[in-house]
């Protein structure tokens, strides 16, 4: 049970919960991983470009190339005739030099040869004979993508701390990297606690729920790169619990849902009082006030709330960021409807975006998990404060 002065501090704010999370956390070391293995992990160091992108001044349409000059005067009632010396192809460029009065057949995203300063696009021409073709505007040098115009060899393209997303995985590629440093991975055990949870697919008796938050955890867990050590459920006894996270060894730390609040079978919470250490108990936040860091033989503990929306919530503002050591995203949206403020907590309640502005989703309850599927945004209402319809609110995208 809760001593009567605690040693702890209790009800702590969102940021100092996260802070103190990070800060039992190891420093992850570094790692070269195959570019086909990055997705989802953390660039642990800077990345320069190898080369220069586009390599070369090329073509942005299928067309002709010309001298633009040669071109001013094409108009539909009196075409230029340029004739076609060859043609430009991606991977095999045209190696003479256009000259006045000529033009190159070219392709999107083939070189522009020597002399060609603007492209005609293929809807414009008209074929006269063989070897020549009629011009009905003039040749743009706007068509073309100038060599490093996306970037240049040696310049700085991707910071570390950024995540590997797919866009980025194909920027680093792209960039001739073939392999690339990404931090370390964090074993996180996962355990999730109660005697109402049973494994999906098995029966249900009376008072027992289906055990969403463990599949959901490590869903989320994997999102953020880690390696999850997954030790199941344990049933609601101090011996249950005890077993489960003796099996935790080897994890940088143990992640709990659920035996963390004021109930009389709260265990996780009482043998972090008794046996183990506790460094904060609740967090001023709505959903998901419950939540407890502690150790455990020297093992950090962050205890989840069991309720399914309340566990996924503190995750998402908690700890997903102390693991990937990212900050929450957020952004600076109008308020279509009004948000109702907490005078003691910070509120993240559920909410659509459409059109650019916020709404609130409606179902705030702590129970209704099918709200997190449904809504696309956590609205972020500061302690003691309350947000009217028309109002900029940050917003943390889900």
């Known amino acids: 049970m809760l001593p009567n002065r605690p040693d702890f501090p209790m009800h702590v704010s969102v940021e100092q919960a996260r802070e103190m999370l990070a800060a039992l956390l190891p420093a992850p070391g570094t790692e070269i991983v195959p570019l086909g293995q990055a997705r989802g992990r953390t660039l642990a160091a800077d990345l320069a470009a190898r080369v220069s992108h586009p390599s070369a001044t090329e073509s942005a349409l299928d067309g002709i190339a010309a001298r633009a000059a040669d071109t001013l005067t094409a108009a539909a009632a009196a075409p230029v005739r340029l004739r076609v010396v060859g043609e430009s192809r991606a991977g095999v460029p045209f190696g003479g030099t256009v000259g006045p009065g000529e033009c190159v057949r070219i392709y999107t995203g083939a070189p522009l040869p020597r002399g060609a300063d603007a492209i005609c696009p293929v809807e414009q021409l008209s074929e006269d004979g063989p070897d020549h073709v009629l011009l009905a505007r003039p040749a743009s040098p706007g068509d073309v993508r100038h060599e490093g115009g996306d970037f240049r060899s040696g310049e700085v393209v991707l910071r570390a701390g950024q995540p590997f997303t797919p866009p980025r995985v194909a920027l680093a590629a792209a960039l001739g990297h073939a392999e690339v440093p990404v931090r370390g991975r964090l074993r996180v055990a996962l355990l999730s606690t109660g005697d109402e949870v049973v494994e999906p697919g098995l029966p249900l008796r009376p008072g027992q729920v289906y055990d969403s938050n463990r599949f959901g955890l490590q869903a989320m867990l994997e999102e953020c790169g880690c390696e999850v050590l997954a030790l199941g459920h344990a049933p609601d ?52 006030g419950p939540a407890l860091l502690g150790g455990w033989n020297g093992l950090p503990v962050f205890g989840l709330p069991g309720n399914p929306v309340s566990s996924l919530v503190v995750f998402q503002v908690i700890v997903r960021p102390a693991l990937t050591g990212q900050p929450v995203q957020t952004l600076r949206l109008r308020a279509a409807t009004p948000f109702r403020g907490l005078p003691d907590k910070m509120a993240f309640w559920r909410g659509i975006l459409r059109e650019g502005q916020v709404h609130d989703y409606g179902k705030q309850g702590s129970g209704v998990l099918r709200s997190l599927s449904e809504a696309n945004a956590l609205v972020v209402v500061p302690e003691g404060g309350a947000v009217r319809a028309g109002e900029d609110v940050d917003v943390v995208l889900l």
């Not at 935790?248 to 143990?254: K, N, P, S």
């Not at 709990?256 to 904060?280: C, H, N, P, Q, W």
């Open 237 to 288: 006894s101090p011996e249950a619990l005890t077993g489960a996270i003796a099996a935790a060894g080897g994890a940088d730390v143990l992640l709990t849902s659920g035996g963390v609040s004021m109930g009389k079978y709260d265990f996780m919470r009482d043998l972090l009082l008794e046996r183990g250490k506790v460094a904060f108990w609740k967090v001023r936040m709505r959903p998901g």
